[in-house]
């Protein structure tokens, strides 16, 4: 199986200021058609996930346009340019390319 | 407006049966792959199964393979798992998700296994 594996677990922010949430793969994520199925979820406390970003760095509809994705390979990234308080949750990456469908262990950003 | 609307968690005993069920609307059912993920209590996701638009092509976690089968009633507009042999390592919040990339997700139901 795929392991993904982010950085950091914890990401205290304070309001205003950027933050960056790695994603690593175990294999290479471009698919023979290739696309690369990276996706990003935000989990806010108590709600479903909601999906973020999709093959790599493209931002779902109403998603603020200070969420970028980019990377390629086995390396990538989620950056939030200023921290707001309604990012407060915990963000996966999931890997859509390979089966089974594998997520990172989740990162828990905070305001600090 | 996409919904998925989920159904049929609960308490089980060890060994038991379940049925969890999604109802989609706002979006044309048949011409969607879906997905379940689940959730145990204070953990991360994990991918569950996945069943092709037309149920011609099935995955599941190797952790459930045996024991949850996943089905669809594309007339019903209804994705289904059912789950046998049912393990505490199991209880988690079940969510079901539209599509190969997972872009709408229901708001999830609780399976608690314990006797």
């Known amino acids: 199986d795929v392991v993904m594996t982010q950085s950091p677990l914890s990401l205290p922010v304070a309001l205003g200021q950027p933050a960056s949430i790695s994603c690593r793969s175990s294999?290479?994520?471009?698919?023979?058609?290739?696309?690369?199925?990276l996706k990003w979820f935000q989990q806010r406390p108590g709600q479903s996930p909601r999906r973020l970003i999709y093959?790599?760095?493209n931002r779902d509809s109403g998603v603020p346009d200070r969420f970028s994705g980019s990377g390629s390979g086995t390396d990538f990234t989620l950056k939030i340019s200023r921290v707001e308080a309604e990012d407060v949750g915990v963000y996966y990456c999931?890997?859509?390319?390979?089966?089974?469908?594998?997520f990172g262990q989740g990162t828990k950003l905070e305001i600090k | 407006e996409v919904q998925l609307v989920q159904s049929g968690g609960g308490l089980v005993q060890p060994g038991g049966s379940l049925r969890l069920s999604c109802a989609a609307s706002?979006?044309?059912?048949?011409?969607?792959?879906m997905n379940w993920v689940r959730q145990a209590p204070g953990k991360g996701l994990e991918w569950v199964s996945y069943?092709?638009?037309?149920?011609?092509?099935?995955y599941y976690a190797d952790s459930v393979k045996g024991r949850f089968t996943i089905s669809r009633d594309n007339a019903k507009n209804s994705l289904y798992l059912h789950m046998n042999s049912l393990r505490a390592e199991d209880t988690a919040v079940y969510y079901c998700?539209?599509?190969?990339?997972?872009?709408?997700w229901g708001q999830g139901t609780l399976v608690t296994v314990s006797s």
């Open positions: 999931m890997q859509g390319t390979h089966w089974p469908r594998t």
């Open positions: 093959k790599v760095s």
């Open positions: 998700a539209k599509g190969y990339e997972s872009d709408y």
């Open positions: 706002g979006f044309t059912f048949s011409d969607y792959s």
């Open positions: 294999q290479s994520l471009v698919y023979s058609d290739g696309n690369t199925y």
């Open positions: 069943i092709s638009s037309a149920s011609s092509t099935i």
